[in-house]
């Protein structure tokens, strides 16, 4: 059974650091790994979807990266803005769609 | 893209009484359909998983006879919580996947409240 775990469960940083989201998962046979954002009281919105076969996906200013043999996933967000305040969320996927998410990490960026 | 309609996006009610959730997939058909709550500050979690015109299959934990899940076609998913309980309170969110690779898409969720 699939586990992830995100670390740290919180985070606030000043405007413009670049900062580091950490993800691990239990099950190195994943199909994809994702990240999420999630704005309070909202749905998800899909930010990087990597494939078992990559290593890694870029848009804009994050970037995320997959390695499997060590179970980790992790999302780097350059120049943070306030904007970038929400909780963001990982989650292993199989081939058949079914997502296991992690905690999240609560990122509060202040001006 | 994909999309997933979700309704209603809020919804408050009585104990005891039931409520239905909505998901359609407006430019897609959903051969599966996932169902996750979320509780305030807490993840996601899988409720059950759908298949078009099949049973659900229900996590562990999750009471088959409160969640009525209902996949009749390729475009509607339904979740009805049966006789709700303030501890019901959560955030209901469908995920719809089609066979193709790139359908899938959450809906917008739903925020029940049971008072």
């Known amino acids: 059974k699939q586990e992830v775990t995100q670390i740290p469960a919180a985070l606030s940083v000043p405007e413009g650091e670049n900062l580091v989201l950490n993800c691990s998962f239990t099950?190195?046979?994943?199909?994809?790994l994702q990240w999420f954002r999630q704005d309070p009281g909202k749905g998800l919105t899909s930010l990087l979807l990597?494939?078992?076969?990559?290593r890694e996906q870029t848009s804009g200013r994050l970037n995320a990266s997959l390695d499997k043999s060590s179970g980790r996933s992790t999302l780097y967000i350059a120049a943070s803005q306030p904007g970038d305040s929400a909780t963001y969320l990982c989650?292993?996927?199989?081939?058949?769609?079914?997502?296991?998410f992690g905690q999240g990490t609560i990122l509060t960026v202040h001006p | 893209g994909a999309v997933v309609s979700q309704h209603p996006s809020w919804v408050i009610c009585k104990s005891g009484t039931s409520v239905k959730i909505e998901c359609r997939s407006l430019d897609f058909q959903a051969t599966t359909m996932f169902w996750y709550r979320q509780f305030p500050k807490q993840s996601l979690m899988l409720m059950a998983t759908s298949n078009e015109g099949s049973k659900a299959t229900y996590e562990q934990g999750v009471e088959k006879d409160k969640f009525l899940i209902n996949h009749a076609s390729l475009t509607l998913s339904t979740l009805t919580v049966t006789s709700a309980h303030p501890e019901d309170s959560s955030f209901y969110i469908c995920?719809?996947?089609?066979?193709?690779?790139?359908?899938?898409?959450f809906g917008s969720g739903t925020r029940l409240t049971v008072v």
């Open positions: 099950d190195s046979a994943i199909y994809n």
């Open positions: 989650a292993g996927g199989t081939s058949y769609g079914k997502l296991t």
């Open positions: 990597i494939q078992s076969s990559q």
């Open positions: 995920r719809g996947v089609s066979d193709r690779s790139d359908g899938y898409t």
